[in-house]
């Protein structure tokens, strides 16, 4: 479907394994949503995010296998790179318009909406500011879509502009700060 046209996205955030410690996956997070906040009007009303979907150690997808290989002539690495670049028009003219039927495909049924296991700590993260997964999920692996109305994302909507000499005093909880530049944003 076209449901989140017209609404933003947030993309899949990479962290060098040599950083992929002391929450350091957790602040880089939240720190787009302090973005997103010090830019609000630059996002839509409603936020969502396509979470990559189950697969092998090979990388192979069975939802891909039971559906996707189907209608389009190309491996299933190559189709998840290409929507990663933001090619996707390729999708709704292969894809059929019609709704396809769960049922039609039992061995894919159970990886319907779940999470590759390196994905569970992301899905946690955005499930904990407020996002859900409201049924739908993405056309190639069959991973959650999650979605929020932006302003009820909780790091979003307890975000708040300071002069900085009020930052100086101690703060009660772990805090972001961010430079509120849009050009060189730092946090």
Known sequence: SYD????????????????????????????????IAAFREWFSPH???????????????????????HFFDIPFADADRLTGTGMKTFIAELMPAYPIYISLLPDAREVIGQVHANTAPARAILEKEGFSWR??????????VLEAETDNIR?????????????????????????????????
């Not at 017209?6 to 939240?30: A, I, M, V, W």
């Not at 049924?135 to 959650?144: H, L, M, N, W, Y």
Request: include cysteine; glycine fraction near 8%; aromatic fraction near 12%.
């Open 4 to 35: 989140h046209t017209g609404h933003s996205e947030l993309c899949t955030l990479f962290l060098d394994p040599e950083y992929q410690k002391n929450r350091n996956g957790l602040l880089l997070s939240k720190a787009r949503f302090v973005f």
């Open 135 to 144: 049924g739908s999920v993405d056309i190639f692996d069959a991973g959650p």
């Open 155 to 187: 790091a979003i909507r307890e975000s708040y502009s300071l002069p900085a000499l009020q930052l100086m005093t101690p703060q009660a909880t772990p805090t972001i700060v961010a430079n509120g530049q849009f050009d060189n944003f730092r946090a």
């Open 47 to 69: 936020l969502f995010a396509e979470l990559r979907g189950r697969s092998d150690e090979q990388g192979n997808s069975p939802f891909w296998d039971a559906l996707g290989h």
